[in-house]
């Protein structure tokens, strides 16, 4: 099956700093990938699209100076949290479609990454 | 809009029981419905979806999911829970006609499920 990989699993780091995710297709190609937030108890958030070779699309509310998304090849998306603060404190989940599943809207998750912004 | 309703929280099964996880949706269009499920600390696995056809869909690891328009709903169900299936299930909706380019999924909140050996 179709699998991708998310890293760091987990992440601790200073108010301030900045921190990138990395979310890796492993056995296809993803030109689109999601990205997630989930609080405890809580939903998943989409908090933008993903775009291989263009700019991400942003949910509403979403600060794109904040979680800056790079897609830069058909295999990668990254989420940098920049200048991160202890409000940004979550567990952030990617996801992607297999090629030519769009329509199919079966999504693959990585296993998600927990922040924690001290 | 779309939007997922799942109105318990927490689900508690003794091992060997049917189980059943509510869900209710609304869109303005068509459904595509899905069900997730999340291990601790995990990301989401699909389960099984609905797009047209046979109201009842059968998915992974036994579970199956009724769809119901006239109640706008899409339980999922298992005949006989096993202590593996304790995790949070997600249902998830997208409107069948949101327009080419638009793949969004809307989750619901998730429930948790236990079966108590």
């Known amino acids: 099956g179709a699998v991708v990989s998310q890293h760091p699993s987990r992440v601790i780091c200073k108010s301030g700093t900045s921190v990138k995710i990395e979310c890796r297709s492993l056995?296809?190609?993803?030109?689109?990938m999601f990205w997630y937030r989930q609080f405890p108890k809580q939903s998943l958030m989409l908090m933008a699209t993903?775009?291989?070779?263009?700019?991400?699309?942003?949910e509403q509310g979403v600060e794109k100076d904040k979680f800056l998304i790079n897609h830069a090849s058909l295999t990668l998306s990254t989420l940098t949290v920049t200048s991160a603060h202890p409000e940004d404190s979550s567990f952030y989940i990617c996801?992607?479609?297999?090629?030519?599943?769009?329509?199919?809207?079966?999504?693959?998750f990585g296993a998600g990454t927990r922040l924690s912004v001290l | 809009a779309q939007s997922v309703a799942q109105p318990e929280d927490q689900v508690n099964v003794a091992e060997g029981n049917p189980l059943t996880v509510k869900c209710t949706y609304s869109?303005?269009?068509?459904?595509?419905l899905f069900w997730y499920v999340q291990y601790p600390n995990r990301g989401l696995q699909f389960l099984l979806k609905y797009i047209t056809g046979d109201n009842l869909v059968k998915g992974s690891y036994g579970f199956e999911a009724e769809f119901n328009k006239s109640q706008t709903s899409f339980h999922l169900k298992k005949p006989s829970a096993l202590v593996s299936d304790s995790a949070l299930y997600f249902c998830?909706?997208?409107?069948?006609?949101?327009?080419?380019?638009?793949?969004?999924?809307?989750f619901g909140k998730g429930t948790k499920l236990s079966v108590i050996p």
């Open positions: 869109v303005s269009g068509n459904p595509y």
């Open positions: 998830a909706v997208r409107d069948l006609y949101s327009g080419a380019g638009s793949y969004q999924l809307t």
């Open positions: 056995d296809f190609q993803a030109t689109t």
């Open positions: 993903s775009n291989e070779g263009s700019k991400a699309t942003y």
């Open positions: 996801s992607a479609f297999l090629p030519g599943q769009l329509f199919q809207n079966i999504q693959y």
